[in-house]
């Protein structure tokens, strides 16, 4: 068996036991599990390709760190949220540096809009549900919130604009990301359930395929749009 077809089933593997860990509550699967999952999938990228992306490398890096600081119960708002704000960041510059290379188009613009109009209603929303100790955060809160929201509208219009397979696995990577923090905050904040935990774990895990993909067709998708 190839290298990269261990590295990425065991990616695979770590995380489904990394969720079966969360459902049945043992800590000490999830340790063991969880710390696997970035480095099996970086693992897989670089195992495709011969030139390593630092930006992307960066965001991986980040994301473990978040990954950790979650995974060591640490509850302080502003530690969780800076590693995955300043990946959320980097992938925006992504973002604008492929929008570049695609053709305007008004009804894609629409369409985008009313996506971006979907995103500020649930922000509200999920603010508005805050709980008093949650409001000491509100102005952290919002400008992750925004920044979020924008980086999924902006791989919206990308991916309708641009039709690559590259935007297309980064807009599903975004919208992975929102499904998992929306879910982090109301199963943190406020409702509890445990199937909040799992669609939030869920989608924070199959996040990473979907970034490593982005970034090994995004050299084709820019040759293509070039040409």
């Known amino acids: 068996?190839?290298?990269?077809?261990?590295?990425?089933?065991?990616?695979?593997?770590a995380c489904l036991t990394a969720l079966?860990?969360?459902?049945?509550?043992s800590e000490l699967?999830?340790?063991?599990?969880?710390?696997?999952?970035?480095?099996a999938v970086y693992f897989y990228y670089l195992t495709k390709t011969r030139t390593v992306n630092f930006a992307m490398t960066m965001v991986m890096l980040l994301n473990f760190a978040g990954d950790t600081i979650i995974l060591l119960k640490i509850t302080d708002p502003l530690f969780v949220m800076v590693p995955y704000f300043l990946s959320y960041l980097i992938l925006i510059g992504f973002l604008f540096a492929d929008i570049r290379l695609t053709k305007f188009s008004l009804s894609n613009l629409i369409l985008t809009f009313l996506v971006a109009a979907g995103h500020v209603l649930m922000l509200y929303l999920v603010l508005d549900l805050q709980s008093t100790e949650g409001k000491r955060f509100i102005v952290p809160f919002t400008i992750y919130g925004i920044t979020l929201s924008s980086m999924v509208t902006i791989s919206v219009y990308n991916y309708l604009a641009g039709k690559t397979i590259a935007g297309f696995y980064l807009m599903i990577a975004t919208f992975c990301c929102l499904v998992s923090d929306v879910f982090y905050v109301l199963y943190n904040e406020h409702f509890h359930l445990p199937i909040l935990s799992y669609i939030n774990s869920g989608m924070q895990f199959f996040t990473y395929i979907f970034l490593i993909?982005?970034?090994?067709?995004?050299?084709?998708?820019?040759v293509k749009a070039i040409a």
């Open 213 to 222: 993909q982005y970034i090994l067709n995004r050299k084709s998708s820019v």
């Open 1 to 13: 068996m190839k290298t990269k077809t261990i590295a990425y089933y065991l990616y695979f593997v």
């Open 29 to 39: 699967l999830l340790l063991l599990s969880k710390p696997m999952i970035i480095p």
């Open 20 to 25: 079966f860990a969360i459902v049945i509550d």
